[in-house]
C-alpha cells in the first residue's frame, strides 16, 4: 500500500485564539456553530484501521483549530490506543500547536512520546501580536516565549512555524535573527495566501513579489552564516529533491495524494485546504481507508496538481516548484490550472538560489560517499582483523579491484 499520513483535527476548528488571518476558523459553514470533540468511538477505530495498515510509517499528525483544547486526557487515550494496537510497529505523532495551553504535564508527555512539535510564532510582541490574538483580543507571544522555554526545559524537540503576511514580510532578516537569537534550530516559513469573496488577495495576505524578495534574503542569510546548523524546512525540502529524488512536502510533489484530513466527526477530506463538501472523500465509521484512497474524486483530486497552466508545462523550475500549491492558484475554485499567485516569487527565489542549491547537494553527496567509504573501511579492517577476509579478496566497496590494491585509496 503507498504510504500516507494523518492530519488529525480532533477539536475540527475550535480554538482558543482568534488569529485575524485562521483559515481554518471559517469551517463554522460546514462543521455547525457547536463544541467539537472528537468521540471516544471514532478515535478508536482512527487509531486501530490506521495502525493496522500494511505500510512503514504510522504518522499521526494532531492539529486544528487547537488540539490541545481536547485535553491531555484524551492524548493519554490516543497513545495507550497506538500501543495496544502499535505491536511492533512505526509510529510517530507530531502536534502544531499555539502553544498557549502547554504546561509541564504536557511537555512531560510531548517528551516521553517523542512528539515532534510545531510551535507558531510569527516574530517579535509586536509583529506576533497584531494577528495572533486570544478571543478577548490579547496579544499572545509572551505565552508562546513560555512555552519555548517549558519545552526547552522538557527537552521536546521542536520547530517554529512563522506565517508569512503582511506584518512580518519585510523584515525577513530580523524575523530570521529573531528566532535564530532564541536558540531556535528548526525554521519553517509558510506563506499567507488568502482571497477574499471578490476574488482578490486578503489583505494580510502577501504576493508573489513579496513572497520571492522575503525567502531569497532568507536564503542568503541561512546560506552566509547557517547553513550547517539551522534547518529551514524549505531548503531542506529542496536539497532533499535534488540529491534523492524525493518528495518531502506535498507543496513540491506533482500528485496531491500524500496525505489525508480526519475532521472530528471521522469525516475524511484530501488536504488540510480543501476540507469542503465537494471533497469529502467518506467517513472512517462507514468507509474503509483503501475505499477512500482508491476513489475517483480522490485521484480527481490528487490530479489537480498537475493540471496547471500550460507556463507551468515549460517552466523551467517546474521539477522544483511543481506548478505551486494549489491553493495558491487565484480561480482554484473555478479553475485549477491558473498560475499560482506566487510564480514571480517562486521564480526570483529559484534563479537567486539554484547554484548554491546545486553546490550544496554536490557537497551533501560527497559527503555520503566519504562516509560510505570510511565505513566500508571499518568493516574491512574489521573483518581482516577476526581473520574472515584477506587481502587477495575482492574489496567490498563494489570497485571490483582485490582489496590489496582498493584498500590504500580507502
Ligand atoms: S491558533 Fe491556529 S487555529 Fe487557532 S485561530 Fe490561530 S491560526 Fe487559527
Ligand atoms: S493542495 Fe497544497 S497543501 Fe494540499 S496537498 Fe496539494 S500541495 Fe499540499
Ligand atoms: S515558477 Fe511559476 S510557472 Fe514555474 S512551475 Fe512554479 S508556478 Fe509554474
Known sequence: MKEFSLLIKPASFDCNLRCEYCFYLRKEEIFGHCTHRMSDEVLK??????????????????????PTIMGLDFFKKALKLMQKHGNGKNVTNTLQTNGTLLNDDWAK??????????????????????????VGGKGTHHKVMDAIKLLERNNVEFNILTLVNQANVKRPVGIYRYLKNLGVKFHQYIECVEYMPDGKLAPFAVSGIEWGKFICQI?????????????????????????????????????????????????????????????????????????????????????????????????????????????????????????????????????????????????????????????????????????????EAPCPCGSGKLLKECMPRS
Request: charged residues 30%.
Open 109 to 134: 508527555v510531548l517528551h516521553d512520546y517523542n512528539f515532534l512539535v510545531g510551535l507558531s510564532l510569527d516574530g517579535p510582541a509586536k509583529i506576533h501580536d497584531q494577528n495572533r490574538f486570544d
Open 219 to 391: 536564503f542568503d542569510e541561512w546560506y552566509k552564516n547557517d547553513r550547517y546548523n539551522i534547518s529551514v524546512r524549505l531548503f531542506d525540502t529542496i536539497l532533499t529533491k535534488l540529491v534523492d529524488h524525493q518528495v518531502i512536502a506535498c507543496n513540491t510533489g506533482r500528485d496531491c495524494r500524500q496525505y489525508l484530513v480526519v475532521e472530528y466527526n471521522g469525516d475524511i477530506y484530501p488536504c488540510d485546504f480543501f476540507v469542503e463538501p465537494r471533497f469529502k472523500l467518506g467517513n472512517i465509521m462507514e468507509n474503509s481507508w483503501e475505499e477512500m484512497l482508491e476513489s475517483s474524486l480522490y485521484e480527481e483530486f490528487g490530479k489537480r496538481k498537475c493540471a496547471s497552466d500550460e507556463q507551468c508545462g515549460e517552466c523551467q523550475w517546474l521539477e522544483l516548484c511543481a506548478g505551486c500549491c494549489p491553493k495558491n492558484r487565484p480561480d482554484y475554485k473555478q479553475d485549477a490550472r491558473a498560475v499560482s499567485e506566487l510564480c514571480a516569487g517562486w521564480k526570483m527565489f529559484y534563479s537567486h538560489t539554484i547554484e548554491r542549491f546545486k553546490s550544496l547537494a554536490d557537497e551533501i553527496r560527497q559527503n555520503r560517499e566519504l562516509e560510505h567509504q570510511a565505513h566500508i573501511h571499518r568493516q574491512v579492517m574489521h573483518m581482516l582483523q577476526q581473520g574472515k577476509i584477506g587481502m
Open 45 to 66: 477505530k482512527m487509531v486501530s484501521s490506521f495502525i493496522d495498515l500494511d505500510i512503514r510509517n504510522h504518522i499521526f499528525s494532531w492539529q486544528g483549530g487547537e
